[in-house]
Nanobody, 121 residues
Framework: QVQLVESGGGLVQAGGSLRLSCAAS????????MGWYRQAPGKERELVAR???????NYADSVKGRFTISRDNAKNTVYLQMNSLKPEDTAVYYC???????????????WGQGTQVTVSS
């Protein structure tokens, strides 16, 4: 079984910065996409940012220009640098990976346990 281990959440004032990290707990044959989703109370989980192995990125409109996603493919690690944080960024942030555990495995979705980000006004 693969676990995605997240770190870096916490409490920050509006305008501040946080950096989230996520690493796979074991070697995975291949990961096509790694990214971050978030879920605020009473809302559905939404995409924040994701990056393919080749470096192509997608960002939610609400975070463009403020958040930056990056990856270390060799370490199966993904980062999310969050600047100019706003109270509306408050949510549980989940790491996601789409890949194959072994060469013969089907593509699968893997999720982290979530890390709380709270932005105070």
């Amino acid at each position: 079984q693969v676990q995605l281990v997240e770190s870096g959440g916490g409490l920050v004032q509006a305008g501040g910065s946080l950096r989230l990290s996520c690493a796979a707990s074991r070697r995975i044959f291949s990961i096509d996409v790694m990214g971050w989703y978030r879920q605020a109370p009473g809302k559905e989980r939404e995409l924040v940012a994701r990056m393919t192995t080749s470096g192509r990125t997608n960002y939610a409109d609400s975070v463009k220009g403020r958040f930056t996603i990056s990856r270390d493919n060799a370490k199966n690690t993904v980062y999310l640098q969050m600047n100019s944080l706003k109270p509306e960024d408050t949510a549980v942030y989940y790491c996601n990976a789409v890949g194959r555990l072994y060469s013969y495995s089907p593509m699968d979705n893997y999720w982290g346990q979530g890390t709380q980000v709270t932005v105070s006004s």
